[in-house]
């Protein structure tokens, strides 16, 4: 079973001699950063040999992908060609193949990474307006 855990979840099994709202602080100034430096397309080698995180781009293969808000709007099933974006989408991923990772395949399948939803549209907001898809790495 994947679960989602708080800062306050998190709190609760650390060791060290700081107070919650201190950790609180520190966590979320670190993944405010972390999210910064994913938007410039900054690719992060985890500790522990882990895998590396960043966003990386994707060719969009057949009809395109789904246009939920055309269809939501009107009822027309329609498929977007991101002609904006050369034909790619883009997306936030943890890779944890390849020579940056040692860990055991069952952990590769029992762990999983998910941007939260303010991060992906914020994404989607500068692919559309600032059209940075080809600032991000191919990971094909």
Do not use: C
């Not at 690719?43 to 060719?59: A, D, E, Q, S, W």
């Not at 977007?80 to 390849?98: E, L």
């Not at 940056?100 to 989607?124: E, G, I, M, N």
């Amino acid at each position: 079973m994947i679960r989602n855990r708080s800062i306050k979840q998190s709190y609760t099994t650390y060791k060290g001699d700081v107070d919650y709202e201190t950790y609180k602080k520190v966590l979320t100034f670190y993944f405010k950063y972390l999210a910064q430096g994913l938007l410039n397309a900054n690719v992060y080698k985890l500790p522990n040999n882990t895998g590396i995180i960043g966003i990386f781009k994707r060719p969009t293969y057949g009809k395109g992908l789904f246009d939920y808000n055309l269809y939501k709007e009107s009822g027309i099933k329609s498929w977007k060609k991101n002609f904006h974006s050369y034909k790619y989408a883009a997306n936030f991923k943890w890779d944890p193949r390849g020579k940056f990772s040692s860990l055991p395949s069952f952990v590769k399948t029992t762990y999983k990474f998910s941007a939260v939803r303010d991060l992906k549209r914020l994404l989607a907001k500068k692919i559309n307006t600032e059209n940075i898809i080809e600032t991000f790495y191919d990971l094909n």
